[in-house]
């Protein structure tokens, strides 16, 4: 302990350290830049939601583990996605006095922006289970302190809703702790998707499916639920707005124009009504002055799938009709790229004709 004490003075002299991980060191910095100040604790509150639909899923699962933590001198703790404390479990009663001294209470802001270095804002601001122990804190007051934290990925729209959090004494820290928090994410996860309705899980399955079968950005869609892949993410397409589209082209649309810059071919979950929602397969971005949610269709016969298709098979016949567009119609550097035999090529060509023709 003794190095990594030496470690965060030498950084708050303005050297620069070693003998400390080097993702501690890139959370000094960004607390440094931030200007967090170091001494003192100064921690600033702000209004949570004790009933969100985060906790109220959560803390069932956390306070099931605290039964075998009582007495463990540890703290389990739930926030939201600004790093604000939102619920708060502590095995004994002494503890919970000793962390409200420190401020580690209800609507306590925890963000690294706020406190610096600490497991519950490191987390969150990288994305990825943190854990911090004694004078890796970026503030001198939390020194005698440990937290591992990890943010908690939604199973259904796959975006963070919140983390938990473990803390407990720097001289009881170990490995364990790490352990324990990555459990606990995942059993939150669980109970999550438990939770989720019938419909929601629906538009997970398509979305699986879908994205197993195409290469493409794949969205699912519906109302205030988006579920996107890393590709799709990335153009920063709006939700609202896309539902907006989808309502505005009907369920019989074949394509529509996606913010002017990129096409989507759409397909209804259930063939013909947007109720339980739909998924869209984003084509080659290409410019144009199309307005937002413009739909390129011709009705219900421009659709280019025969019937009776399921969601995977018209996925595959995408898949297969642009692969043997960017051969240029050469079947067999198409077989080659698909990674199918020739013969087996013209199978699906005549089972997905009209597509990629015969």
Request: aromatic share 6%.
């Amino acid at each position: 302990m003794a190095r990594d004490r030496d470690a965060w003075e030498v950084f708050q002299s303005g050297g620069d350290p070693t003998g400390v991980q080097a993702e501690i060191v890139k959370s000094w910095r960004r607390s440094q830049w931030n200007g967090v100040d170091p001494g003192g604790l100064e921690v600033r509150h702000a209004e949570v939601d004790p009933e969100s639909a985060f906790v109220r899923t959560a803390a069932p699962v956390l306070s099931h583990m605290a039964d075998v933590l009582t007495g463990s001198s540890t703290c389990l703790a739930l926030a939201d996605l600004s790093g604000n404390l939102s619920w708060r479990w502590v095995s004994e009663p002494s503890l919970g006095r000793t962390l409200d001294r420190f401020q580690f209470d209800k609507g306590a802001r925890f963000g690294e922006e706020h406190i610096g270095t600490n497991g519950l804002g490191s987390s969150l601001q990288s994305g990825h289970l943190a854990m911090v122990v004694g004078r890796e804190h970026y503030k001198e007051a939390l020194h005698g302190w440990a937290c591992a934290a990890a943010p908690v990925i939604h199973p259904i729209t796959r975006r963070a809703c919140g983390a938990v959090n473990v803390t407990c004494r720097a001289a009881d820290a170990n490995q364990l702790l790490r352990m324990a928090v990555r459990l606990l994410a995942d059993e939150v996860r669980s109970a999550l998707y438990s939770a989720s309705t019938a419909k929601q899980r629906r538009l997970l399955d398509a979305f699986v499916s879908y994205r197993a079968a195409t290469t493409r950005p794949v969205i699912t869609l519906y109302d205030h639920i988006m579920i996107a892949d890393e590709a799709a993410t990335a153009l920063n397409l709006e939700q609202s707005g896309l539902w907006a589209a989808v309502r505005e082209a009907g369920p019989w649309a074949t394509v529509i124009r996606l913010s002017g810059a990129v096409t989507a071919r759409m397909y209804p979950v259930t063939p013909g009504r947007l109720s339980d929602g739909v998924v869209l397969v984003l084509l080659t971005a290409k410019p144009s002055n199309g307005r937002h949610g413009e739909v390129v269709r011709a009705g219900a016969a421009a659709d280019p799938h025969p019937p009776g298709l399921s969601p995977i098979e018209r996925a595959e016949a995408e898949i297969v009709c642009n692969v043997l567009a960017e051969c240029e119609g050469n079947k067999s550097a198409a077989a080659a790229r698909l990674g199918i035999s020739r013969g087996t090529l013209y199978q699906k060509l005549r089972r997905y004709h009209p597509l990629g023709g015969s």
